[in-house]
């Protein structure tokens, strides 16, 4: 087993991808895809890996031929970033109404414009109600172990799941990574069988029929309900691959929230930078404690309403904006869970849109500032943005 | 089929897949009408025209023989009574009744 290896956030999911051995794999081989299907393509052609490769000719079409060899019975693979997932976006929506176990990496970064390829997570957001199951993963490791855990979560839900890393800050950015070995990756996932193949002559099914006023809606009703299971389904895989990685994985990973009045809760890459702003600020005598959400959708809404319910203020951080004059997209989520705890203060952060980035001080202000507030009477500024010149 | 009939989503196979092959024949088009033909046995000749142009083969056909329009699914286009030779097919509207002339 390899024990330690320096490895930047692509270069890590790249490696989940090679030991996942995809029976298909397609791609669109230029700006705004990533560095991962390059590196994966390097595996194929050095006769590494049996995967049929597809290069396509757009992303539109990466996500096409992913949904064919999904629908023919393959394990099938892709890797987008920022306008590459908005230009599958009418592709992405077929993928999780015909039921796909597809795996997509998401790279997060900006959709332009003005034209950015920094982080940020209006990408995800774009595709937030497509019915995708949404991991977030907050380092190179968690990208790493997120991609081989969405494999088990897609099949047994026959759904597709988007493995979502910050652009730049995980995916360019070396860091020491504890990978499994080829052999356990193997026998984790073992071998998929799909429950309907397109090309199965013997037993043919009917993929993509048109599906009118008369059953559209059933369908769409059994997209909102196969969530439910996928709860449980998340927490299920996460303790099978506890037991050959050591490593813990649930809904969300919560940090001194226990004896916490102030919480920070967010997605992705900040949340680390948020440990170090709490444990800094308790210094102070400030009851700082953060919560990074993994699992984004579906939203472990009654998780967070018991962990929340005796916190009194909680700064929420958006790293997308909604334009609604009422938040970021997560912010909205975390008021529709708590509204029925009624007292609670929720503040919006908006921050680091383009890849602007955020630091430890200016994640202590906001503790500073939730603690000054959590007294107070009245919010008057519920939607902040952070780290924007006036 | 009203509404009632129909399967529910917690029945109904996932991701709109259709399991069984040749399932076209179950699927009640006969509602989609507005016309529909109706069939005149006097004025046939048995020459077929209307079973070869029907598109949806909903012209009846029993021991060789024109008996009559399938109304299941039957959509009302109109074709079998357009080409017809001896006017054996009549378009009324879906809420007349026929009555025979004679």
């Known amino acids: 087993m390899i024990e330690q290896i320096a490895l930047t956030g692509n270069e890590s999911v790249a490696l989940a991808m090679k030991q996942i051995n995809p029976d298909v794999l397609a791609a669109y081989p230029i700006t705004p895809q990533t560095e991962i299907v390059q590196l994966f393509s390097q595996f194929i052609a050095d006769g590494e890996l049996d995967t049929e490769y597809i290069t396509v000719e757009s992303e539109h079409s990466a996500m096409s031929a992913t949904v064919g060899a999904s629908a023919a019975g393959a394990r099938a693979l892709t890797a987008t970033s920022a306008n590459g997932l908005a230009y599958m976006m009418e592709i992405v929506y077929i993928a999780s109404s015909l039921r796909l176990p597809i795996v997509m990496t998401v790279v997060n970064r900006a959709l332009s414009g003005p034209i950015n390829i920094h982080c940020d997570h209006s990408d995800a957001m774009a595709a937030r109600d497509s019915g995708w199951i949404q991991l977030f993963g907050e380092n190179a490791q968690s990208a790493y172990d997120n991609m081989i855990q969405a494999v088990r979560i897609a099949e047994i839900e026959k759904l597709p799941v988007m493995v979502n890393m910050d652009g730049f800050i995980i995916s360019h950015a070396v860091e020491n990574i504890r990978p499994l070995s080829d052999e356990l990756v193997k026998k984790f996932l073992g071998e998929y069988e799909a429950k309907y193949r397109l090309l199965d002559s013997k037993d043919p099914v009917t993929f993509g029929p048109l599906d009118l006023q008369d059953y559209y809606f059933e369908h769409k009703r059994q997209e909102s309900h196969v969530m439910e299971s996928v709860m449980g389904t998340v927490l299920k895989v996460a303790g099978e691959y506890k037991e050959i990685s050591d490593r813990n994985y649930s809904f969300l990973e919560d940090f001194m929230i226990n004896d916490a009045d102030i919480i920070l809760i967010g997605l992705g890459s900040t949340m680390g930078t948020a440990r170090v702003a709490a444990e800094n600020i308790r210094k102070k005598g400030i009851k700082a404690g953060v919560i990074n959400l993994r699992l984004f959708r579906p939203f472990p809404g009654e998780k967070l309403r018991e962990i929340l319910a005796d916190k009194k203020i909680i700064g929420v951080l958006d790293r997308a904006d909604t334009f609604s004059l009422n938040g970021g997209p997560l912010y909205s989520d975390i008021l529709n869970v708590l509204y029925e705890q009624g007292e609670k203060k929720i503040v919006n952060y908006i921050y680091g849109l383009g890849g602007r980035d955020i630091s430890i001080s200016e994640l202590e202000d906001l503790y500073i500032q939730l603690d000054k507030l959590k007294d107070s009477a009245k919010i008057e500024n519920r939607i902040q943005y952070i780290g924007v010149r006036e | ?102």
């Open chain 2, 1 to 102: 089929m009203s509404n009632k009939e129909k399967k529910g989503w917690k029945e109904l196979p996932i991701g709109g897949l259709i399991l069984n092959s040749g399932n076209a024949s179950d699927y009640k088009t006969g509602t989609w009408r507005v016309k529909k033909p109706v069939y005149i046995e006097e004025r046939c000749i048995q020459c077929f025209l209307c079973w070869i142009y029907c598109p949806d083969m909903a012209i009846n056909v029993e021991n060789g023989e024109v008996k009559g329009v399938d109304y299941y699914h039957c959509k009302g286009c109109g074709i079998c009574a357009r080409q017809c030779p001896t006017t054996a097919l009549e378009m009324i509207n879906e809420d007349e009744n026929y009555e025979k002339e004679g």
